[in-house]
């Protein structure tokens, strides 16, 4: 698995499977989404790709050592337990004042499409990306058609 900390670090990608999330503690619900993101990948020749933040949102919007403790995995462990997965791509993005600030559509055009070129994306359920948490399945869906 080739880990990647910027934006500037990621080879240019023709096609790719596509996740997107914390993935603290890479759980049962985080291995099936990983499991389909690898086995599209390979049904249709393409890389998989992951992307996902340090530090955790959560403890960036909340700035407390009180929340770290609740993480359930630190980025080191975290790119192990992805690597396992046999992942091709992992982009770790710096969550900071300017991803935080990233509209949903900036988010998709400018990092998601841009550098990953999706054929397809896998998300859980409840996955929310952009400001104020605005982006979902839905939107994807939507953006889908737009984006091929």
């Known amino acids: 698995?080739?880990?990647?900390?910027?934006?500037?670090?990621?080879?240019?990608?023709?096609?790719?499977?596509?996740?997107?999330?914390?993935?603290?503690?890479?759980?049962?619900?985080?291995?099936?989404?990983?499991?389909?993101?690898?086995?599209?990948?390979?049904?249709?020749?393409?890389?998989?790709?992951?992307?996902?933040?340090?530090?955790?949102?959560?403890?960036?919007?909340?700035?407390?050592?009180?929340?770290?403790?609740?993480?359930?995995?630190?980025?080191?462990?975290?790119?192990?337990?992805l690597s396992k997965c046999g992942i091709d791509y992992l982009l770790i993005l710096n969550f900071d004042e300017k991803i935080s600030s990233m509209s949903k559509n900036s988010f998709l055009t400018s990092i998601i499409i841009n550098y990953f070129k999706p054929r397809d994306i896998v998300i859980g359920y409840n996955h929310k990306f952009g400001m104020l948490r605005s982006g979902d399945f839905n939107y994807l869906q939507k953006m889908s058609k737009k984006y091929n």
């Not at 049904?43 to 919007?61: A, L, Q």
Request: charged share 25%.
């Open 1 to 81: 698995m080739l880990v990647c900390r910027s934006l500037d670090e990621l080879p240019s990608i023709n096609k790719s499977v596509l996740t997107v999330g914390n993935f603290d503690g890479v759980h049962l619900g985080h291995l099936e989404i990983l499991k389909k993101v690898k086995n599209l990948s390979i049904k249709s020749g393409v890389k998989s790709s992951v992307i996902t933040f340090d530090p955790h949102p959560i403890v960036f919007f909340n700035k407390s050592e009180q929340k770290k403790q609740f993480l359930l995995t630190d980025i080191d462990q975290k790119i192990d337990l």
